[in-house]
Nanobody
Framework: QVQLVESGGGLVQPGGSLRLSCTVS????????MGWYRQAPGNQRELVAA???????SYAESVKGRFTISRENDKNTVYLQMNGLKPEDTAVYYC????????WGQGTQVTVSS
């Protein structure tokens, strides 16, 4: 059974940084394009960052230049480095495949507030 466990969220002031981690068990991630998604209250879940293969990355306009996605296949883990956080980044963050996402993990809450 595939499990996704996201961690690293928290409360941070505007302009601050967080590093999120997503550890996958039950399936090797090296065959898949992986992404970080987020869902704010009242909004649909959106894809904010994706990594295709080992290095090619893509970002939503709202986070471009501030977020960096990376992966360590030998640890079956995907990361999201978030810098210059803004209040509008407040959401629950999830990781999953980019194509045909499977079951979702519990996510990790990111709150940006002074």
């Amino acid at each position: 059974q595939v499990q996704l466990v996201e961690s690293g969220g928290g409360l941070v002031q505007p302009g601050g940084s967080l590093r999120l981690s997503c550890t996958v068990s039950g399936r090797l991630i090296d065959l898949y394009d992986m992404g970080w998604y987020r869902q704010a209250p009242g909004n649909q879940r959106e894809l904010v960052a994706a990594i295709f293969g080992i290095r090619y990355t893509s970002y939503a306009e709202s986070v471009k230049g501030r977020f960096t996605i990376s992966r360590e296949n030998d640890k079956n883990t995907v990361y999201l480095q978030m810098n210059g956080l803004k209040p509008e980044d407040t959401a629950v963050y999830y990781c999953n495949r980019v194509q045909s996402p499977g079951a979702w993990g519990q996510g990790t809450q990111v709150t940006v507030s002074s």
